[in-house]
């Protein structure tokens, strides 16, 4: 199969997506030299790229549906934790021969990603095909009113921290699929839904515009994304150690009690487990309600879990309200 | 070496780079989830991906440097091949740990993109970096006047076909680096030079703009980007036999001379040769002088090679003035 034919049976975008798609924005799509992008006026184009490669970011063995659903959300995360709405995206693709004439495997993995896409109006405006080991290359192209972008260098001591939805079940997921430890089934069922079928937070970013301080998504886990915008602020933060258990899915599940997971355990994976692709994400204290209504419009779970202050690094406050360095903390470690 | 510390040590756009680009349109670079572009009023944005691959696209033991102008360089032709004026690039590596321990190499790769990227005023604003086998994914992005793209569906019956440059010199050395055939040195140095370090044709795009009917740039040879116009205009088109030495650099020679390297095999190597990054455009015959004028302005050489028919196909014009199919034509096979 040559890379025309590819791309006409499996990436070619659904009709209702092109239908529903910025065509104004979109002024030229697949099929020239390049994509032509018409931005409408006062708005910026907000630009991520992600790069999958299998044995490091996916097993070889993955539901390719997932994997084509998990290679458009993370780089669909980068947009919304910009706040910026989706306008289309490139896919360069390298194939191994197998994978390149396994018509079943393409078209989960096609069907996977176009099903995200068109469930954001984002088409499949151009890329590449090649030969080569599995490596999956997306850059995604969001629009966004000039000058309201959620960068991460605006944090202001006294801002409350934030996250959405959960922390850490991803990494709890991968921790099975590695061997290192076992789960109930029914924790595991929603972990590893986490994993392999991330949730980019597009209405929530869009909903934060004007009200976040910072923000940023949760990729490498909230310490280390967290300090993405604590180093870019010149700031420093205070999470509270108590929230855990809260902070999981998988804290919930009464099938997990009384186990290894306990909640100083759960509040180590949602830290430095990563691969949640939730935003973090600062606001002015006197914003809490507007916060929480923003949240609800986007119908998406919000949590507040510190608060940014002057003194840099980042701190857990102890049950006792002392503040810990997180260095300090004795973790076991399971990375 | 981190991906922070290898981004901030090999990959930081120099500032001569980031003074000269546009810096009113790139409204953030390297640093948050995402890159912003704010593009002037009345532009639209051209976007193209490639992905090059080791192996496959450039062999393991290619000068890094090289390496590094050419996979910059072969996006920047799509550019050139839409009229686009570059504004940034983003890129995506993967590297093997041996690489990506590797200073010298790792310079080496970076001083060959950025002097590329340096030369067009086209900073780097985003990317990823992360193990696995050496993989190259750039998305570059260029600006032009809304409705002046040089697209591919607008050639017409009458139009001249031209060529920037030379073609098939890439494909001659690659046939020496394969073991396929020898060249003298000096055709062999003068060839390599075209298959590793091709030039982007940037100043010739922008000059043709209003004035070329369709434009492709020539990566898979001749008479496949050739064909990509046809097929998009509905077309066909004739090219004179008689212009194959005058159309590769090795043909003018008088080392080449009295070898398997006659006309009738230069006039296949630019056929079917590719990695030329040349452009093929077609022009109304009335602006024969113009079109003249405007490579001059671009210090580009180009050459007439054929005319567009209705007819659609591509057909060879003998010596004798009779028509052959591309088909027809009994070729060696070197590929």
């Known amino acids: 199969m040559g890379e025309f034919e590819l791309i006409e049976r499996f990436f070619k975008t659904p009709a209702q997506t092109q239908a529903k798609a910025q065509l104004t924005t979109i002024a030229l799509g697949i099929g020239d030299d390049c994509a032509l992008i018409q931005p409408a006026p006062g708005t910026q184009i907000a630009i991520s790229s992600d790069m999958l490669v299998e044995g490091r970011h ?7 549906n997932a994997l084509g659903h998990k290679a458009l959300a993370v780089n669909l995360s980068d947009l919304a934790a910009m706040g910026a709405e989706p306008l289309g995206f490139t896919l360069a693709l390298a194939l191994p021969p197998e994978r390149a004439r396994d ?4 078209a989960a993995f096609s069907g996977g990603l176009l099903a995200l896409a068109n469930a954001h109006h984002c ?3 151009g890329g590449d095909t090649t030969a080569g ?5 997306i850059t995604v192209f969001g629009q966004l009113p000039v000058g309201q972008a959620l960068r991460r260098d605006g944090a202001h001591a006294g801002d409350d921290i934030w996250v959405s939805g959960t922390l850490g079940d991803a990494r709890l997921a991968l921790g099975v699929l590695r061997g290192e430890w076992m789960l109930p089934p029914d924790v595991m069922a929603a972990a590893r839904q986490r994993l392999e079928r991330p949730t980019p937070r597009l209405a929530l970013g869009v909903a934060l515009r004007g009200m976040a301080s910072a923000c940023a998504d949760v990729s490498d886990g909230l310490a280390g994304d967290l300090g993405h915008i604590l180093k ?7 999470i509270e150690a108590s929230m855990g258990a809260h902070l999981t899915a998988a804290g919930a599940f009464p099938s997990l009690a009384g186990g290894r997971f306990h909640s100083e355990t759960l509040l180590q994976l949602a830290l430095t487990g990563g ?9 002015p ?3 809490r309600r507007a916060v929480q209504s923003a949240a609800e419009r986007a119908t998406t779970p919000v949590t507040r879990v510190g608060r940014i202050v002057e003194q840099p690094g980042l701190r857990l ?3 006792n309200g002392q503040p810990t360095p997180l260095e300090a903390r004795a973790f076991d470690h399971f990375d």
């Open 103 to 106: 018509e079943a495997w393409l």
């Open 317 to 319: 406050i102890e049950a």
């Open 58 to 64: 996916f097993f070889a063995d993955v539901d390719p």
């Open 285 to 287: 204290a006197a914003a």
């Open 133 to 137: 080991p599995l490596n999956l290359c």
């Open 232 to 238: 870019a602020s010149s700031v420093g933060a205070e």
């Open 123 to 125: 088409p499949l405006i």
């Open 275 to 283: 691969d949640d692709y939730e935003l973090v994400f600062t606001a």
